[in-house]
């Protein structure tokens, strides 16, 4: 899920996760530091677990 336009430097959040074999989930803030768009900073904190099969 992203969403854009989150204020009036254009930020985005997305957010992602998936299960299965390597389950994860993930969120990324990405954060424009002026109008023009040529500079910005983003933070991306996530997890993930791998299942291992044993026999």
Do not use: C, K
């Amino acid at each position: 899920m992203t969403r854009v336009e989150m204020n009036r430097l254009g930020a985005e959040w997305r957010n992602d996760f998936g299960l299965g074999a390597e389950a994860f989930v993930r969120s990324e803030w990405y954060q424009p530091l002026e109008f023009r768009r040529r500079y910005f900073a983003a933070i991306e904190p996530s997890y993930s677990h791998t299942f291992q099969d044993l026999y």
